[in-house]
């Protein structure tokens, strides 16, 4: 079974404003490809509400929820070739408007999957957008809907949450990857 992608922020990594320079970035947590055209120019400022951490982790997090990895951690999953999944670089700029770093890439999966079982899942929809789930505190999958080597890919009305299979989830913190947190399907809540 699928585990959600999350963030762990520790003590020391520093947080990400919303991705500056795209138009319509709200697309980047619908499981909807941006590759064609994305702006060269596309940043991330870390937030004045967390001044103290600056440390760049492996897997940051930020207010557009989206995959924001290192290098060697977009590296590490593309050298599995996953589907339906794009790499954006972006830069990522510290609190005095500084590079910190130009090396970092969005990852985004636009496979999105109708695989939430709405009987037995325990979920509010949300009452601006009938398509979406404002909060789920019981969240189950039907396994039939996910094919079994789908790497990472989002569960439709929870778009802005990926899923990643267990075996690279695993493998990912085998590898010692910060800012990483993966969460059992069971456990989850949004």
Request: glycine letters at 4%.
């Amino acid at each position: 079974m699928p585990v959600v992608w999350e963030w762990d922020v520790g003590e020391r990594f520093c947080v990400l404003d919303g991705v500056q320079n795209v138009d319509d970035e709200y697309q980047l947590s619908k499981g909807i490809s941006r590759a064609d055209g994305f702006p060269a120019d596309a940043s991330f400022a870390m937030s004045a509400k967390h001044r103290k951490y600056v440390a760049l982790a492996d897997n940051i997090s930020n207010l557009n929820r989206a995959l924001v990895v290192s290098r060697k951690l977009k590296e590490a999953i593309e050298a599995r070739r996953p589907r339906d999944v794009e790499f954006l670089r972006v830069s990522i700029f510290d609190h005095k408007q500084k590079l910190a770093s130009n090396d970092y890439f969005i990852i985004n999966p636009f496979n999105v999957i109708d695989c939430i079982d709405k009987d037995k899942s325990k979920y509010r929809w949300n009452n601006i957008d009938p398509e979406k789930m404002s909060s789920c505190t019981r969240l189950v999958l039907k396994p039939e809907a996910i094919h079994p080597e789908l790497l990472l890919f989002r569960p439709r009305h929870l778009e802005y949450y990926v899923l990643i299979h267990p075996d690279l989830a695993a493998a990912l913190e085998d590898e010692g990857f910060t800012g990483l947190r993966f969460t059992p399907i069971d456990e989850f809540e949004s």
